[in-house]
Structure formats: structure tokens, C-alpha cells
């Protein structure tokens, strides 16, 4: 049986237990239904293989030894990440156009008793109803963004809002990254299909009647560009301004990347490309302070001379006034938790 997607919010309703994708890994490392794991029934090389012979040999010998390797890699998945599932367990199994492979695990799935079922379309109809959302159709959300210049803790309040119930949006969270010249994280950044989709299934699990917290960002977050409707939606969102001194910011932002001032190394290649915007003189300064491991001192460098003159050129150009200005003497949690009750009172959430 093969269930027909609706739409993105029906999806994430679904009542199964799991969400199987069956697609070769690089396949599913592009994009997938977010919460699905991957039990591929052909590798990147086998599918490669079958799809080489069907090509330039013959089809029925490639359909022959196709069946052969779903056959081999469904019993080493029934051994192995399913052979502790009961028979009350209900998987939802899809691949690239809803055909043979998914149809032929599912079959397998249901011949040990599951009541399995399958997406009609597969990847390809979960795609549409994405690309409907994030460039098609407007955001049916108000957005409120949170705005200030780099270390205001914005994304640490996003966190702070949603622990006291405000529905939110962290952008750089999907899209793993910081959202600033330093702001990578080990690991780097997914592939924008996949970005597409966390955004996608974020705004479909929230309630349009409420508010959504989204920090303030550019049109792009690392490599990543922010989806055509999302971006419109923040162009034209209202939003409360951030203000703390720069000593707080200066150590707000040494917390908030820990990880890369542990790798002075790292930290100081990464400083080298300012040469550009900077001179070379200056830059050297900050990579000295970076040696010395006066990080402090070099946030606060960057702040005032990097960042900063490019947050008031981009205020100069957006000519809106906030919900509200938030000045807080400090960032800790502490003084964060103070400030929320005054958020959700100026976003009248």
C-alpha cells in the first residue's frame, strides 16, 4: 500500500515508527526526509554496477543481479538495525521515485509480518511538496527576528525563548553554521536540499497563529542560501534590537566559540583572509593576540573593526525602526532569562 503526501505538516504527523530511506548513501547524505534513517538496498557502487550492465549489456540481467544485492543487504539490515524490532512495529519505507527498491524491501519487510507501508513517489514527491514551500508559497508565519551585532548572544536567547515555550527558528543550527567569518563547525555544512528541508519541516510542525523567533540573518549562512520564501518572510518581518556593552560581547563571543580558540592554529588561518578588508597590519595584530591567547582582546578587536561597521552599514540600509531596543548589561543566562519575559511582551506573543 502506498501512502499519497499532502503536505509537509501531514508528514510530520505520520503514525510510524520509523521512516526508512532505502537510497544509496550519497544519496541520502543530499537530503531526506528529516528523522528517516538510511538502510540502502543497493551501495553507491552497486547501484553504479546494475545501472552500468542495465546500460550496456542487458536489462533482465541487470534486473537478475540487482535483486540479487537487495536481497543480500535486506538480510544483512534484518540482522543486523532491525532484528530487534517486534511485530507491532510499523516502518514507512521510500527511495528515489517510490519504485523498485523501496517495493522490493517493503516486500520483504511485509513477508516477516510488518505492517509496512510505502510513499507513493517517493524522495521525488517529498521534494515537491519542500520546493512548494520554500519557493512557491509565501510563510503563512509572522517572524520576529532578533537583531543586534555579533556576540549579543542572539542565538543563546532563540535557546532561552524556546525553554520558556516561544516557538522558534534557529537558522544556524540547521544549517551548522555560526553565521560569521569565523563561524564554521567541525564537520562543515549539510548539502542545501537538506537545509531546505529542516527549514521546511520546522515551519510545518509550528502553529501559524503564533509567533516564530528567528535570528536576524543575511541571505546566506555559510555556503548555504536561506530558501526564496523564508528570506522574503524576514525581509518583511518586524524586530527587537539588541544592545550589550562590548566588554559582554567581547566575552560572550569567547564562549560561544570555545571550539575554535582551542585550535590557535586554525583560528589564526582563519584570520588571514581580513588581509583584504583590513591590511595586512592589522591583521597581524589580531593573529598576535591570538598567539598570546588574549582572545578577549581580539573579540573585541573584531567587533569594533569588523563587524560592527558592517552591522550599521546593513541598519543604514534596512531603515526600520524595532518592536523594541533590548539593552542588557550582560549576557549570561541569568541576565538573558530577565530579558525574555520583556521579548515576548514587545512581540506581543
Known sequence: MALKLTSLHALAALPFDQIIDVRAPSEFAEDHIPGAIN???????????????YVQQDRFLARKVGAALVARNAAAHLEGPLATKDGGWRPLVYCWRGGQRSGSFASILAQVGWRVELIEGGYK?????????????????????????????????????AQAGAQVIDLEEMAAHRGSLLGGRPGGQPAQKTFESRVAMALARLDPARPVFVEAESNKIGRLIIPPSMWQAMIGADH????????????????????LLADTDLLIAKLAPLRTYHGAERVETWQALARAGDFPALAAELVLHHYDPRYIKAQSRQGR?????????????????????????AAGA
Open 39 to 53: 538502510l540502502p538496498v543497493l551501495s553507491d557502487d552497486e547501484r553504479a554496477t546494475v545501472g552500468t550492465i
Open 125 to 161: 514527491s517529498y521534494r515537491r511538496l519542500v520546493v512548494a514551500a520554500m519557493y512557491d508559497q509565501p510563510v503563512p508565519h509572522r517572524l520576529i527576528l532578533l537583531d543586534g551585532g555579533t556576540g549579543t548572544a542572539k542565538t543563546r536567547v532563540l535557546a532561552r525563548l
Open 240 to 259: 527587537l534590537r539588541i544592545e550589550a556593552p562590548l566588554a559582554a560581547r567581547a566575552r560572550y563571543l569567547c564562549r560561544a566559540y570555545a571550539d
Open 321 to 345: 525602526a524595532p518592536l523594541a531596543n533590548l539593552s542588557l548589561s550582560g549576557l549570561d543566562d541569568a541576565d538573558l532569562d530577565a530579558a525574555i519575559p520583556e521579548i515576548l511582551a
